[in-house]
């Protein structure tokens, strides 16, 4: 495992309240730092020796005054075999606002001080207990809101990612290898490693850098959900169909053309995947300002889209107007939903397949039929390259991870080039020292104080 960093490692002892604030049963405080045990006999000055592991029921005081707060389980974790790597403390009180918030104030004026968000994890990674990507996995499992990013998260803790990332390292190192042996041993008998092999060997990495970097997009997506945007004519049945998606009514739906004025948004999970549903205001030219503005909106929303549910009423043809505004769209990002189609025998799809190269789907919002069928297309559309890999395959799900694995994969292109041009090996192997240096940032195996702001900053207290 790769685990030496730049980060001086700290010294002090650090507390909070892990749960969050709110009425409940317990609450855990959480503390760590070497003085964690001294910490612990100045607020429970009766409880003797405290063996590792062992949890005890003890009286919870203030150091100073000396009143009894609550009565506490309290759990020492002895370092190194601890969460953070250090001494730590987990004590269970009762929930509420109030206990937790005084046992922490018992805490701090016993000496700790109040932890940052993201403080614990960010020790235990400075102590080598997780890599940079598990810690992030972390941040997942407490943010994710879907079980695909669960998943994917729970994959990420595991270390899938981090073992397929120290793979990609240890094929740059291999390359490396070759090239040391071209560079070192130019006069022996024996002929140096051809360059076909070493092209070979990055192309190799590259690859599979490239398999990595593919998972991105959607991966990224798991995250956010998809914004996926439902646009179209006043009264083609928008604010129907996203209350049918979502399964009730959210949206207000007349048979007044322009009824939605605002856009809304709201989440809803197809088969675990994350999607964020927008309806807006129908487009037409209009003289009215508000629904003007509701247009604006629309536009603006369609412009973020990582998906466009286009609606038009099945039973007529999609005219210039419409045809028009899907040419401006990638059809990778457009779907053709002909609506109210209970109403509508006849939905002309061999009309729409001459009009647009986009997905086309037939959907009735008053019987429910057609929905099942533009669900399993939007998953396609938004997730088709990750359907079913988390959980058996590392995804990439930041940017950050994305930007890396593009440096390597570039910095590893810049060597074949320079092998090209003819460049002294030894010159260019200094783009795949530079590879394995992204690789190892990812990891975090060497990493800055700003990156390590960034990760763990998001994070919450007492984590
Ligand atoms: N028969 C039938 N009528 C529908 C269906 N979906 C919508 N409608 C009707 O079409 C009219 C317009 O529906 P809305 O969902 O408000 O349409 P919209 O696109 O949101 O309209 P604006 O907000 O004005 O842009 C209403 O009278 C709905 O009852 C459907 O699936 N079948
Ligand atoms: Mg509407």
Known sequence: MLTSTTSALPSDTIAAIATPQGRGA???LRVSGPDALGVLHRIAPGIGEVRPRAQRLTALRHPESGELLDRGLVTYFAAPASYTGEDVLEIATHGGVLTPQLVLDALLAAGARAAEPGEFTRRAYLNGKLDLLQAEAVADLIDGRSRALHRAAVHQMERGLSRRVSELRDAV????????YSIDFPEEDEPPVPPARIQASARD????IESLLATAPEGELLREGALTVL??????????????????????????????????EASVSVEGYPFRLVDTAGLRETGDVVEG??????RRYLQAADLVLFCVEAGRSVDADEAAFMADIPADWLVLVRTKSD????????ADREMTDAVTVEVSAATGDGIAELRRALLRKAFGGILGEPGEAPLVTRERHARALRAARDEVAAFLDAMDAAVPMEFAATHLRDAVAALEGLVGAVSVDDVLDRVFGSFCVGK
């Open 205 to 208: 990495v590259i690859a599979r």
């Open 231 to 264: 646009a179209g004519r006043p009264n083609s049945g928008k604010s129907s169909l996203f209350n049918a998606l979502l399964g009730t009514e959210r949206a207000i739906v007349t048979n007044i053309p322009g009824t939605t004025r605002d856009a809304l």
């Open 26 to 28: 317990v609450a855990l």
């Open 293 to 298: 503005i509701g247009i604006e909106v629309a």
């Open 343 to 350: 109403a509508h025998a006849d939905a002309l799809a061999d």
């Open 173 to 180: 190192i291999g390359t490396e290898a070759l090239i040391a």
